[in-house]
T-cell receptor, first 113, second 113 residues
Framework: AQSVTQLGSHVSVSEGALVLLRCNYS??????LFWYVQYPNQGLQLLLK??????LVKGINGFEAEFKKSETSFHLTKPSAHMSDAAEYFC???????????FGKGTKLSVKP | DAGITQSPRHKVTETGTPVTLRCHQT?????MYWYRQDPGHGLRLIHY???????DKGEVSDGYSVSRSKTEDFLLTLESATSSQTSVYFC????????????FGPGTRLLVL
């Protein structure tokens, strides 16, 4: 069964610093992978997705993620954090038997001034 | 904006009472999902639907039922609410069988006292 592991339930960075949020997946078939962002008291918004095209995927708000099959990873990065990036981030993989997404437990990003 | 609304957005109820949450979409997508979000668990699938009157159980379906009598509406019912069902509930739609991206509604925050 597919699963997703997000390392670090909380990550704190300074404004302007690199953001790195880690995601590892397990999948028996080539997966589709997603990053969603959730701002406080809001729904989930798609940041970016990997669908077996380019391994480096660019998303909204300056985020990007790189699919590394050998490492079964899909880490999310942003070169320079903004205060507005403070939110919870979820990595997800397709492959639920019902066509659903399998989510990681989420990483809450704090950005210090 | 995927045209998804959820109602109510907030609800407080008492243990043992029935509760119905509504998800409404404006774009006639075939696939709809109900997830619950709990701290430390990410999002977990409750039920899903692949068409009118076609529904099935997800990972955490005990204590929940669903109905879909129209393409645009997917209802989630807690037959007899328990405190363990205090959660944030999200509806999601998927535009097509080959399209893997899911789009989420704004969520319903439910408190069972």
């Amino acid at each position: 069964a597919q699963s997703v592991t997000q390392l670090g339930s909380h990550v704190s960075v300074s404004e302007g610093a690199l953001v790195l949020l880690r995601c590892n997946y397990s999948s028996s078939v080539p997966p589709y992978l997603f990053w969603y962002v959730q701002y406080p008291n809001q729904g989930l918004q798609l940041l970016l997705k990997y669908t077996s095209a380019a391994t480096l995927v660019k998303g909204i708000n300056g985020f990007e993620a790189e699919f590394k099959k050998s490492e079964t990873s899909f880490h999310l990065t942003k070169p320079s954090a903004h205060m507005s990036d403070a939110a919870e981030y979820f990595c997800a993989v397709t492959g639920g038997s019902q066509g659903n997404l399998i989510f990681g437990k989420g990483t809450k990003l704090s950005v210090k001034p | 904006d995927a045209g998804i609304t959820q109602s109510p957005r907030h609800k407080v109820t008492e243990t043992g009472t029935p509760v119905t949450l509504r998800c409404h979409q404006t774009e006639n997508h075939r696939y709809m999902y109900w997830y619950r979000q709990d701290p430390g668990h990410g999002l977990r699938l409750i039920h899903y639907s692949y068409g009118v009157k076609d529904t099935d159980k997800g990972e955490v379906s005990d204590g929940y039922s669903v109905s879909r009598s129209k393409t645009e509406d997917f209802l989630l019912t807690l037959e007899s609410a328990t405190s363990s069902q205090t959660s944030v509930y999200f509806c999601a739609i998927k535009p097509g069988q080959g399209a893997e991206t899911q789009y989420f509604g704004p969520g319903t925050r439910l408190l069972v006292l």
